[in-house]
């Protein structure tokens, strides 16, 4: 005793265990001191009552099943006579609110309700880890398992109860419908009463002969009961199987702690003690009946609370003002938060806007630089036509003067047969169709004149390439008095199509045929001729203006695109430089090169390449070889 007195007083803690060893043996000293000063048994008659509630459960648990519990009290407590009374979960409550029990043996579920309602105090707790390896249903530990017919292969999970009818024996019943709750509502699937729900009632077996009779797709067992039953294990099985540890028992839910023994307020302490130090010396018998110090009940309150059955069936719905209360250093805390998410979001979004505000200045600043380069563009394209145009405006009014010349001539020929009196109608109509000829020839060159003057903004078609080749062959010709032989050779096919500005490419065309005229114009008739040269690879169409003029040295070649540079004495070094921009803006090139690289050679080759539209532009990729035109 002064030992277990040095528990308390000791100022180092103590563990637990060593704690709960200590307590047991004072109460199983304070019994053994009890029956000491016992005297001997007096007949049953004539001993107090001691009535000890049994919640009853099954068919097949008659109040003997625990009469071992009753024989042992008996005889450790002579003086007491202990009787065993089975009941429902609303007799076990009546008798307990009557106060005609003294102790209470039941499930944790009815006695965490008794003990919020009535008071009860739990004392020791059924112990598993004692006796049988293979619990019994009474002494396992507290679990649902839900069975199906074997049959019913679609039913593995939990998860698969939903919308399905389920077997219980009620919803008051600890093992037999709220544990099985608790471990779905994560799942988010909810049982109803009016739809998924049939209460069977007890004994717990009905609710497996629902199952087998079919009125229910699934039913909730006690943990254990089913191996019980050796009769429903080939038509039954357990829906999402765990096995209890040390024991052949399936689960489909967590575990809880087992059935405690508890006392009502009105029992006597002495007895009470007297009780507890008896049991927890009980050894186990041979159907593993046991008892150990009480177990920890904080899950069953979690799991009621989590359901709100029980004391948590009414809890007070939480205020606000409760809560501030209650959380405010956290709520002061998430505030100050809040609070500087805010002011780093403004400053956030102010950056933002003043960079966005920057950057769109910048990109307004480069689209005005953009359009004033388009412009200058535009307008240096439409100075170096204008500029051709002066250089052949002395051919383009001798070519004017052909047409004019020969109304002229065919006026005055109809004024001299009217003097001489030899008009006719047949006359008449010979110079006049004649005059309207050369009238419309007249037109015509004026209008190809204006429209390649014209200054208009590009614009990108599909064009075919021998057209434009032709079209500025004959707009070139039709500038000048006395055209040289131009010699077009075609090897395109008939359907091929480039995207371009149309008139760009012929402004660079009868640019390149104008500079090989002025090389030419001046050497013997044999080296007068031009030629066209038209082919495509794989990627590209190809326009090569050859003549068979003075070659340019390497080194003229390389400054030859440049802005300003000219070989011509009344040039103004702006035509190939335009050119070479055409092409470069339509994805293409404009290259120079001898006609014949072999020494000794003559002639130049400018080539113009132009992207096919079906497929990737590859600049830096130097044109195909041109077809040799001796064997074309």
């Known amino acids: 005793m002064a030992w277990l007195l040095s528990l308390r007083c000791d100022p180092h803690p103590v563990p637990l265990a060593w704690r709960r060893l ?36 099954t068919r097949s648990e008659p109040p003997q099943d625990w009469s071992p519990v009753a024989r042992y009290l008996n005889h450790a407590l002579p003086r007491y006579h202990f009787v065993l009374l089975p009941l429902d979960h609303e007799g076990l409550a009546r008798a307990v609110r009557a106060g005609t029990l ?24 059924l112990d598993t880890s004692r006796g049988s390896a293979s619990p019994s ?25 939903r919308h399905l009818t389920v077997a219980i024996v009620g919803t008051e019943a600890f093992s037999g419908y709220q544990i ?11 049982l109803s009463e009016e739809d998924t729900l049939l209460s069977t009632g007890l004994p717990m077996e009905r609710v497996a ?54 006392t009502l307020r009105s029992t006597p302490q002495p007895l009470a003690r007297a009780v507890t130090a008896s049991l927890l010396g009980m050894e186990a018998p041979r159907d593993g009946l046991s008892f150990t110090v009480p177990s920890d009940y904080q899950s069953v309150h979690e799991l009621f609370r989590t359901l709100h059955i029980g004391p948590y069936a009414r809890l007070p719905e939480p205020t606000l003002l409760s809560l501030a209360r209650r959380y405010w250093p956290w709520l002061a805390a998430l505030l100050a938060l809040v609070c500087g998410w805010i002011l780093y979001t403004v400053h956030v979004e102010h950056l933002i806007h003043l960079r966005t505000a920057a950057l769109r200045h910048a990109l307004d600043a480069r689209k005005a630089l953009e359009e ?8 240096a394209d439409h100075l170096a036509r204008l500029s051709m145009l002066g250089e052949l405006s002395g051919t383009l009014a001798h070519e004017l003067n052909q047409p004019l010349a020969a109304i002229a001539n065919y006026a005055r020929s109809l004024i001299l047969r009217v003097d001489h009196h030899r008009l006719d109608d047949s006359a008449v109509r010979e110079a006049a169709d004649a005059m309207a000829e050369q009238a419309e020839r007249a037109g015509d060159i004026i209008a190809r004149i204006r429209h390649f003057a014209r200054k208009r903004p590009g614009s990108s078609t599909l064009a075919s390439p021998s057209q434009i080749a032709r079209d500025s062959i004959a707009l070139f010709c039709g500038m000048l008095p006395h055209p040289p032989a131009i010699h077009i050779e075609d090897h395109l096919p008939p359907d091929l199509r480039v995207e371009v500005d149309a008139l760009h490419i012929q402004q660079v ?11 030419t114009h001046l050497l013997p008739a044999a080296h007068q001729t031009l030629t066209l040269r038209l082919w495509a690879d794989a990627r590209h169409a190809h326009f090569a203006v050859i003549d068979d003029g003075e070659p340019l040295d390497a080194d003229t070649r390389a400054h030859l695109f440049e802005p300003f540079f000219t070989t011509k004495p009344e040039g103004l070094g702006l035509g190939l430089s335009i050119c070479r921009g ?14 014949d690289p072999l020494p000794g050679s003559r002639g130049m080759r400018f080539t113009l390449s132009l992207p096919l539209p079906s497929l990737p532009d590859t600049p830096d990729t130097p044109p195909s070889p041109a077809p040799d035109s001796r064997h074309a």
């Open 209 to 262: 002969e629902a199952v087998l009779s079919g009125r229910a797709d699934a039913g909730v067992l006690r943990t254990c009961l089913l191996e019980s039953h050796p009769e429903w294990q080939s038509r039954l099985r357990v829906v999402a199987p765990q096995t209890l540890p040390g024991s052949h028992c399936a689960t489909s839910t967590p575990l809880y702690p087992d059935w405690p023994i508890a």
């Open 509 to 519: 065309l009868i640019n390149l045929l104008k500079n090989a005229y002025d090389v």
């Open 180 to 190: 099985l709750a608790g471990a779905l509502q994560p799942l988010d699937i909810t």
């Open 137 to 161: 249903p009474r002494t396992g530990t507290i679990g649902s398992a839900v069975v199906v017919r074997r049959e019913a292969r679609g039913l593995q999970r939990l998860e698969d109860l």
């Open 102 to 125: 003294q102790f209470v043996l039941t499930n944790p579920g009815q006695y965490v309700e008794l003990e919020s309602s009535y008071g009860v105090t739990r004392l020791l707790t």
């Open 582 to 595: 055409i092409a470069e803006a339509h994805g293409g090139r404009l290259d120079a090169t001898p006609a």
């Open 22 to 57: 200590g307590v047991a043996a004072l109460l199983v000293l304070t019994g053994c001191l009890a029956q000491a000063a016992v005297p001997a048994p007096a007949p049953a008659e004539q001993r107090p009552e001691v009535r000890i509630g049994v919640l009853a459960f």
């Open 372 to 379: 004033r380069v388009r412009q200058s563009q535009e307008q």
